[in-house]
């Protein structure tokens, strides 16, 4: 349209310019709009991440960093956008909101958070499409995205004590260390036989005496 009323004619041009102005005022009200509700969100899940965090009695959140991604084509931009988003404001909120309790939020890599094994290190299959990962060796399997978060928070863990801190931004990790995680039992086996419990009786039942 700014186009248009370059070249249009000085009454048709001044109609333009008028709608023109309309449409950035409503672009710039939409604007607005949308920074509250991203904002109101990004505390909301601030104010629901820190009180699980709280009732897990955790100390640590661990939260990926997008520009660590591997950049093809145009990933550079788009995880750029990516972490100026929404996500941004809520990576801040809960910084901010974890703070309060005495919870840190560090940033951590998050290349192959989902394509590698938490036990074994090793790449995943993908036996049910994009969204499942498996690994046949470690027998650890599901949703990627659970796979992702162990991975985070293993990275989270042993690089708690090589946090760098640099001004205005969060205590990021640089580097991904790898740790084998406990294997967990089989769900399609057989329940491995447990010691039974004894039951001890430590004193002797009061006896009653009988009337008559």
Same mark, same amino acid.
């Given at each position: 349209?700014?186009?248009?009323?370059?070249?249009?004619?000085?009454?048709?041009?001044?109609?333009?310019?008028?709608?023109?102005?309309?449409?950035?005022?409503?672009?710039?009200?939409?604007?607005?709009?949308?920074?509250?509700?991203?904002?109101?969100?990004?505390?909301?899940?601030?104010?629901?991440?820190?009180?699980?965090?709280?009732?897990?009695?955790?100390?640590?959140?661990?939260?990926?960093?997008?520009?660590?991604?591997?950049?093809?084509?145009?990933?550079?931009?788009?995880?750029?956008?990516? @972490?100026?988003?929404?996500?941004?404001?809520?990576?801040?909120?809960?910084?901010?909101? @974890?703070?309060?309790?005495?919870?840190?939020?560090?940033?951590?890599? @998050?290349?192959?958070?989902?394509?590698?094994?938490?036990?074994?290190?090793?790449?995943?299959?993908?036996?049910?499409?994009?969204?499942?990962?498996?690994?046949?060796?470690?027998?650890?399997?599901?949703?990627?995205?659970?796979?992702?978060?162990?991975?985070?928070?293993?990275?989270?863990?042993?690089?708690?004590?090589?946090?760098?801190?640099?001004?205005?931004?969060?205590?990021?990790?640089?580097?991904?260390?790898?740790?084998?995680?406990?294997?967990?039992?089989?769900?399609?086996?057989?329940?491995?036989?447990?010691?039974?419990?004894?039951?001890?009786?430590?004193?002797?039942?009061?006896?009653?005496?009988?009337?008559?």
């Amino acid at each position: 349209m700014t186009q248009l009323a370059a070249t249009a004619p000085p009454e048709v041009r001044a109609q333009l310019d008028a709608k023109i102005a309309v449409l950035d005022g409503h672009r710039t009200a939409v604007g607005v709009k949308r920074g509250k509700i991203n904002r109101e969100l990004a505390f909301h899940f601030a104010r629901q991440a820190t009180d699980y965090a709280a009732d897990a009695q955790a100390q640590l959140i661990a939260a990926e960093d997008l520009t660590t991604l591997e950049t093809r084509g145009h990933g550079r931009v788009n995880n750029n956008r990516a @972490a100026q988003s929404a996500r941004r404001q809520a990576v801040a909120a809960l910084a901010h909101t @974890a703070a309060g309790i005495g919870i840190t939020v560090v940033s951590v890599p @998050a290349r192959g958070s989902s394509a590698q094994c938490p036990g074994c290190d090793e790449p995943l299959a993908r036996p049910g499409g994009y969204h499942t990962a498996w690994c046949s060796r470690c027998r650890v399997g599901g949703n990627r995205d659970h796979v992702a978060g162990v991975n985070l928070a293993k990275r989270a863990l042993l690089g708690k004590r090589k946090v760098t801190r640099r001004r205005g931004q969060l205590p990021a990790i640089r580097v991904a260390e790898h740790a084998p995680v406990r294997r967990c039992r089989d769900k399609n086996g057989p329940t491995p036989r447990r010691p039974l419990h004894r039951r001890v009786r430590h004193s002797l039942p009061t006896v009653t005496p009988r009337m008559g």
